[in-house]
């Protein structure tokens, strides 16, 4: 089978069997165990993830560094360009939006992966390590990507299927990659070019990323001084002084709750069960058959 994008066909690493793969209650079960660690590596089999496998591919590691790094590129470059060319003279504005906060998040994920896979001394498995559990590094991966993956692909959906205004947005270069472009590098990256083992407890990682937003959206929308002047704005309506018009908590609370619920009730599970299971499709087994944990 295949470790990733990047990867050749190999009969030597044993990747979990159908049986595995296709039971995801016996996975989630295991998973949100209280005996099974946030960032425990176990298989309900009793077998342990891979770490190198699964977070930096041994073979053809050096494409896979190319790789990391013109995605990290591409997404830096993309925030300077939004930032230089898009962004209005208030540049402080930029951090008050959730969308950017992922789009961080995005890149945070992205040059820790790129860090992993040059840096190969933190991709030991947990039994070699001193306290039993993965290096930081691979554990601020696994956090990047639980809120970036999910957190991503729900920006996608909610700003274009709520936010997307024809009169106040255009379809850019900033926007497509703000809304979905660099969002899709990093499911490419956790999906295809590695399988980031994304765990049914990582919920919590971005339940509480959006709890925070939440809160500071609150805050910002009281003691704040509004959005700042954008072209397509209706004078008339008070909710478009909120960072978001769905999230107008001083003109419009039962909206703002409401959407806030959905959000962290529905939205968040439901696509953060979808990049779950996505990972459940190739988690490669570690196998200590020589000091390295290769065969």
Same mark, same amino acid.
């Given at each position: ?39 425990? #590596? ?24 190319? #790789? ?53 001394? %933190? ?20 956090? #990047? ?5 999910p957190a991503g692909t729900s920006v996608f959906a909610i700003y274009w299927g709520l936010e997307y205004n024809p009169v ?34 990582? #919920? ?14 609150? &805050?910002?929308?009281?003691? @704040? %001084?509004?959005? @700042? ?23 419009? &609370?039962? @909206? ?40």
């Amino acid at each position: 089978m295949n470790e990733g994008l990047l990867q050749e066909e190999s009969t030597a690493d044993p990747m979990q069997t159908p049986s595995e793969s296709a039971s995801c209650c016996s996975n989630i079960k295991h998973e949100l165990s209280s005996s099974t660690p946030i960032f425990s #590596l176990s298989k309900p089999s009793g077998d342990v993830i891979d770490v190198e496998k699964s977070f930096a591919p041994p073979r053809k590691f050096h494409l896979t560094i190319i #790789l990391r790094a013109v995605f990290l590129a591409f997404s830096i470059f993309s925030m300077g360009y939004k930032l230089v060319v898009v962004w209005p003279v208030d540049y402080w504005r930029f951090v008050l939006y959730l969308t950017h906060w992922t789009f961080a998040a995005s890149i945070a994920y992205q040059a820790t992966a790129l860090y992993v896979t040059v840096l190969r001394s %933190n991709l030991v498995q947990p039994e070699e390590t001193d306290d039993g559990k993965p290096t930081f590094p691979i554990r601020l991966m696994s956090t #990047l990507y639980a809120i970036a993956a999910p957190a991503g692909t729900s920006v996608f959906a909610i700003y274009w299927g709520l936010e997307y205004n024809p009169v106040k947005h255009s379809i850019d270069f900033a926007n497509i990659t703000f809304h979905g472009l660099v969002a899709a590098t990093v499911l490419i990256d956790g999906i295809l070019v590695c399988s980031v083992p994304v765990r049914a407890k990582h #919920l919590l990682i971005l339940t509480v990323y959006s709890v925070v937003y939440v809160l500071f959206n609150i &805050l910002y929308e009281f003691v @704040g %001084n509004g959005d @700042g002047d954008w072209a397509g704005e209706d004078p008339n309506d008070p909710r478009e002084d909120s960072l978001y018009i769905s999230l107008s908590w001083s003109e419009d &609370l039962t @909206g703002a709750v409401s959407l806030t619920a959905v959000q962290l009730l529905v939205i968040n599970p439901f696509f953060f069960f979808i990049i779950w299971s996505l990972s459940l499709l190739r988690r490669p087994t570690f196998v200590p058959s020589s000091v390295s944990g290769k065969v």
